[in-house]
């Protein structure tokens, strides 16, 4: 039997537009990710396959506030080939995440394939691109554009659980 939810007689839609900045630490006591499996090709790094969990700010600088996590890994293949999850902290967003994958080069664009929780069924892209480089570290600036569906919500306006 099908319930229905009298929330949205089509797909309801939200819009985000955002932008937040990955944290991305390769060196040193609090680096953010690490090589799991070393190249094949030590000159192309073909083979090579990095883990990472970077900090996700809402401001290029280390005292920012953190919003999220970016869980995943990136894999040269040709180009390094990215595949996250972006957990989110907070408020909000708490728990929510979305799904990420594309090429990372020093700038470009990530698909978002999908979401969970508050943002179930996201779709959209990231684009990217390294700001305040240091030898170090780097942020990498996401200028998100997302839609998503919220969790339904019944005739007062209460979600549905």
Not at 26 to 41: D, I, L, W
Not at 45 to 50: N, R, S, T
Not at 130 to 136: F, G, L, M, S
């Amino acid at each position: 039997m099908v319930s229905l939810s009298s929330s949205c007689p089509t797909r309801c839609e939200m819009e985000i537009v955002w932008t937040l900045y990955a944290r991305q630490i390769g060196n040193g006591v609090n680096r953010n990710q690490e090589q799991a499996v070393p190249p094949v090709n030590n000159i192309t790094q073909f083979g090579a396959i990095v883990v990472n969990n970077w900090a996700v700010l809402d401001a290029p600088v280390p005292t920012a506030n953190i919003v999220a996590h970016a869980r995943g890994t990136h894999m040269m293949a040709g180009d390094w080939f990215t595949s996250l999850s972006i957990v989110f902290e907070g408020a909000r967003f708490n728990g929510s995440t979305f799904q990420v994958m594309g090429i990372t080069d020093a700038q470009g664009q990530w698909a978002i394939v999908g979401g969970t929780g508050e943002l179930a069924r996201a779709d959209g892209t990231i684009k990217h691109k390294i700001v305040n480089p240091t030898k170090d570290e780097n942020y990498r600036q996401l200028d998100i554009h997302a839609f998503y569906s919220p969790p339904a919500v019944n005739a007062n306006f209460i979600a549905d659980e």
